[in-house]
């Protein structure tokens, strides 16, 4: 009879994790104007899209299950502002009765956001497997909260709708590259293994006349220990006054360093202008609400619940 019980309730715990309010890197934006949904992104699929990794050796660590790709390669001028947007569902907040409360992610989910590139022959087609990584921006902790109280860079992602904003450094080599942005959650780090990997690749091209392919490389997976500081830590013993950011030196450029912001440029609040999609009759599925203030329309279009979200 137990085990009669275990085998029915397994499956529905599985099938509510996505309730629980997980996170996919799934959209990019140079000098303020964003692509569409997943395009030039990897990302998963399925049930299990936004669920996070948690073990340290997982063979796809750097870039995820790529489950959904797309050939499109996103260029990015070195010394670029680029913006990587977060949601918990592919192709946006979704449709639901009072709104997606959890976009772009459960806000007890406090933690950093890690960038690192690595070069590839084409980052169209070259597997993520085997890469050398080398870190280009990070944004962790801070204990003088900003204006709007964030202190995690989680917060300020979430401040702004699910976009984080890093500086394309602007010695980076011209070439092909992938480009890792990676959250992690600690809400349950004070417990080793805890820490929450919400990370996904896009499929960029850097020009510009820079000459740095990258220093202080680091393998994924291999480059985090499960007893770092930064992945095993109580977030909550307070007050929590320093954070330190797990991964290697985040690249400095020789002959300036690079400026760091994490917010939007601009003083206004206003969303991305985003560059032009092909013409669609009405919103697009999944992407009918804006979180959880959304007074919109919440029609949908066509398709269903399996159809590919790219493009979207
Ligand atoms: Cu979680």
Request: overall charge negative; hydrophobic content about 35%.
């Amino acid at each position: 009879m137990r085990l009669n019980v275990l085998t029915y309730i397994l499956p529905l715990l599985a099938t509510t994790t996505p309730v629980l309010g997980h996170t996919i890197f799934q959209r990019l934006s140079v000098n303020g104007q964003s692509y569409g949904f997943l395009q030039g992104v990897r990302t998963p699929g399925g049930e299990q899209a936004n669920s996070p990794t948690t073990d340290l050796t997982y063979p796809n660590f750097a870039c995820n299950t790529e489950h959904w790709t797309d050939p499109s390669v996103i260029p990015i001028p070195a010394g670029a502002c680029v913006g990587a947007y977060f949601s918990d569902y592919l192709a946006g907040p979704k449709c639901l009765p009072f709104g997606d409360s959890v976009h772009p992610v459960h806000p007890s989910h406090k933690g950093p956001i890690i960038v690192f590139l690595a070069q590839v022959s084409n980052a169209s087609t070259t597997t993520s497997t085997g890469l050398r990584w080398f870190k280009i921006a990070e944004d962790g902790y801070s204990s003088v909260p900003d204006s709007d109280s964030s202190r995690w860079a989680s917060e300020r992602m979430i401040a702004q709708d699910g976009w984080t904003y890093f500086t394309m450094p602007e010695c980076i080599a011209p070439g092909d590259y992938l480009l890792s942005v990676e959250f992690v959650a600690l809400h349950n780090a004070m417990e080793r293994g805890g820490a929450q990997f919400f990370m996904e690749c896009a499929q960029i091209r850097v020009t510009g006349g820079g000459t740095s392919a990258g220093l202080d490389f680091v393998e994924f997976p291999g480059a985090y220990s499960a007893t770092h500081p930064g992945l095993l830590i109580d977030i909550y013993a307070s007050p929590l006054s320093t954070y330190t950011i797990p991964g290697p030196a985040r690249l400095q450029c020789p002959t300036s360093t690079p400026p760091i912001h994490y917010r939007r440029p601009t003083a206004t609040r206003t969303t991305e202008t985003q560059l032009a999609q092909p013409a669609k009759d009405g919103l697009p599925l999944y992407a009918q609400c804006g979180g959880a203030a959304w007074s919109g329309i919440t029609g949908c279009a066509k398709g269903g619940d399996d159809e590919s979200p790219l493009y979207l």
